[in-house]
Nanobody
């Protein structure tokens, strides 16, 4: 079984920075995509960023230029560096793993709350 454990959420002032981490454990295939989605109150879950095992990255439009995703393949850990935070970045951030190539099985973490205050 695969487990994803997020950490690093919290309260930060607008304009500040925060770094999220997510460690995956269990049977992790060499070909995989890890990433982050977020869900704000009353809104649909949206893409933040994803990164493949070959470091191909993809960002949601609302975070481009402010957030940076990275990963440590040896530790099966993905990071999200969030800079220049806006009030509207307030959300629960979920770590995700698409495990394997082709028809990959998807896993989700329990989420970590990021609150940006004015």
């Amino acid at each position: 079984q695969v487990q994803l454990v997020e950490s690093g959420g919290g309260l930060v002032q607008a304009g500040g920075s925060l770094r999220l981490s997510c460690a995956a454990s269990g049977t992790i295939f060499a070909i995989n995509v890890m990433g982050w989605y977020r869900q704000a109150p009353g809104k649909q879950r949206e893409l933040v960023a994803t990164i493949s095992n070959t470091n191909d990255v993809n960002y949601g439009d609302s975070v481009k230029g402010r957030f940076t995703i990275s990963r440590d393949n040896a530790e099966n850990t993905v990071y999200l560096q969030m800079n220049s935070l806006y009030l509207e970045d307030t959300a629960v951030y979920y770590c995700t793993l698409a495990n394997g190539g082709g028809i990959a099985r998807h896993y989700w973490g329990e989420g970590t709350l990021v609150t940006v205050s004015s």
